[in-house]
């Protein structure tokens, strides 16, 4: 059945069709507005809203990713698969322009509603959002169906979601990425990360003296309870995740341990050479030892934050540009500890195996907790992340409101397994160990209140972004 010639039939009507769809109501004669030029209509522009908000998403200089088209075929094969197998469930049976020209109206919905969700930080926020959209498509589908046959079509909806949800596995596991731009790369990143031997040259000659004015800067601890130092490490300068995290981190142990100017951030990070001394295995040794001068190193306790991609052989990546750094092993790590005189130590490893770094800081008057169990990985150090798993399950989410520090790691390591189960990772089991010696001091000390780390995590995240 062809519509008559002219400018209300020929859009008017479908439009007002889609609308309709939209607000979940009723529309009759579907299969006559399916046409050809309808259908190529539709999908032309679900297609141009795809590629326009995904560039619009990217920011300014984004780069088109011309492999990735092939990810607007399998989209469009799945889409058109879908259509075949609902109209084919479907009793009576309907049209499959029919069905195709539902999905079709239901695509640019979807579109929006993805970059929307993509926009928010907070992960409970984008779980609701991701369940309402999903809800509103099987409402949708459910609407479109019962108009196409004049029925409620359960079986052609029910097959809809088991394909949906099937295809979204494969995705997950193939990490199929509706994703058609990059974002502009940054000046270092377009060099290749490197560093000209004149730089380089001065950042490593000028580290003592940076770490020695963050130090003579520190206030010492003229009271009787013990003081808290804090020295934040991001190994690894290639991803942003790692210098992100510990200046998160910085800021949520500062709020609940009132660490205040007590506290130094050794940091790698492509964007910016200049703000913190880098991160390096000789760097970290120099600054315990001249945080201990500031320290009672009987007394006061040291809080080190390591974050960096990790190995099962005990290292932890270090790396800077082209700036020729050396690994930092579990026997390094221990050793600059021993040499600062530090006694009392609390250790946060965020790392894959970190595991592998609890044997040999065991120590009655030491806390040491893990991101992962000595042989597992850990996940979320990509570049276009703020924060590890663990770093939001930990110093985002746990740390802020747990009354002690055994409570946020239980805490952060059940909303990791939850979250790891859910993605079907294979968990990562982070690890602890609690020092009888400075958990008794820390019981006695207890950490303060957390009303302003709230507020730290939503300002350090704000300023990521």
């Known amino acids: 059945?062809?519509?008559?010639?002219?400018?209300?039939?020929?859009?008017?009507?479908?439009?007002?069709?889609?609308?309709?769809?939209?607000?979940?109501?009723?529309?009759?004669?579907?299969?006559?507005?399916?046409?050809?030029?309808?259908?190529?209509?539709?999908?032309?522009?679900?297609?141009?809203?795809?590629?326009?908000?995904?560039?619009?998403?990217?920011?300014?200089?984004?780069?088109?990713?011309?492999?990735?088209?092939?990810?607007?075929?399998?989209?469009?094969?799945?889409?058109?698969?879908?259509?075949?197998?609902?109209?084919?469930?479907?009793?009576?049976?309907?049209?499959?322009?029919?069905?195709?020209?539902?999905?079709?109206?239901?695509?640019?919905?979807?579109?929006?509603?993805?970059?929307?969700?993509?926009?928010?930080?907070?992960?409970?926020?984008?779980?609701?959002?991701?369940?309402?959209?999903?809800?509103?498509?099987?409402?949708?589908?459910?609407?479109?169906?019962?108009?196409?046959?004049?029925?409620?079509?359960?079986?052609?909806?029910?097959?809809?979601?088991?394909?949906?949800?099937?295809?979204?596995?494969?995705?997950?596991?193939?990490?199929?990425?509706?994703?058609?731009?990059?974002?502009?790369?940054?000046?270092?990143?377009?060099?290749?990360?490197?560093?000209?031997?004149?730089?380089?040259?001065?950042?490593?000659?000028d580290q003592k003296d940076q770490i020695d004015e963050v130090v003579d800067r520190m206030t010492p601890n003229v009271g009787a309870a013990p003081a808290v130092f804090f020295v934040g490490f991001a190994g690894v300068a290639?991803?942003?995740?790692?210098?992100?995290?510990?200046?998160?981190?910085?800021?949520?142990?500062?709020?609940?341990?009132?660490?205040?100017?007590?506290?130094?951030?050794?940091?790698?990070?492509?964007?910016?050479l200049d703000s913190y001394p880098i991160a390096t295995a000789t760097g970290l040794d120099y600054a315990l030892r001249a945080l201990a001068g500031k320290m009672d190193p009987e007394r006061d306790i040291l809080f080190l934050a390591l974050s960096s991609h990790g190995s099962a052989d005990a290292e932890l990546s270090v790396s800077n540009g082209n700036l020729p750094l050396e690994q930092l092993t579990d026997d390094d790590l221990a050793q600059a500890l021993r040499d600062s005189g530090i006694k009392r130590r609390i250790i946060v490893v965020s790392a894959c195996y970190a595991g592998t770094f609890l044997k040999p800081l065991e120590d009655p008057d030491t806390i040491v907790i893990a991101a992962a169990a000595a042989d597992r990985t850990s996940f979320g150090c990509s570049d276009d992340r703020d924060m590890t798993y663990f770093g939001e399950a930990f110093y985002r989410d746990a740390l802020p409101g747990a009354r002690t520090l055994q409570e946020a790691f239980e805490r952060a390591r059940a909303a990791i397994a939850t979250r790891e189960k859910k993605e079907h990772e294979t968990p990562s089991e982070p690890q602890a160990f609690f020092g009888a010696a400075i958990t008794e001091v820390l019981a006695r000390n207890p950490m303060h209140s957390g009303r302003h780390a709230r507020n730290a995590v939503v300002v350090s995240l704000g300023a990521a972004r």
Not at 246 to 256: F, P, S, Y
């Open 1 to 205: 059945m062809e519509l008559p010639s002219g400018p209300t039939s020929a859009s008017a009507r479908p439009l007002g069709a889609v609308l309709r769809l939209w607000a979940l109501r009723p529309v009759a004669d579907i299969p006559a507005l399916a046409t050809e030029r309808v259908l190529t209509l539709l999908g032309l522009t679900a297609l141009a809203l795809w590629v326009g908000l995904d560039g619009w998403r990217a920011g300014p200089g984004a780069r088109f990713e011309l492999w990735d088209t092939l990810t607007v075929s399998i989209f469009s094969l799945l889409l058109l698969a879908l259509a075949f197998l609902m109209a084919r469930v479907s009793r009576p049976r309907v049209p499959f322009r029919g069905a195709l020209f539902a999905l079709l109206a239901l695509a640019p919905p979807l579109i929006a509603g993805r970059l929307a969700i993509d926009a928010q930080a907070d992960e409970r926020v984008v779980q609701w959002a991701w369940a309402g959209c999903a809800l509103y498509a099987v409402a949708f589908a459910w609407r479109a169906m019962r108009s196409l046959a004049g029925a409620p079509q359960p079986a052609a909806v029910l097959a809809g979601v088991v394909t949906l949800g099937a295809f979204g596995s494969y995705c997950h596991i193939a990490e199929l990425s509706p994703t058609l731009w990059a974002p502009a790369d940054s000046q270092d990143e377009a060099s290749g990360g490197d560093i000209s031997p004149s730089v380089a040259e001065g950042l490593l000659f």
């Open 238 to 272: 290639e991803q942003r995740v790692f210098a992100e995290e510990i200046k998160l981190a910085a800021q949520v142990v500062g709020d609940r341990f009132a660490v205040d100017d007590r506290r130094l951030l050794l940091i790698n990070d492509r964007r910016d």
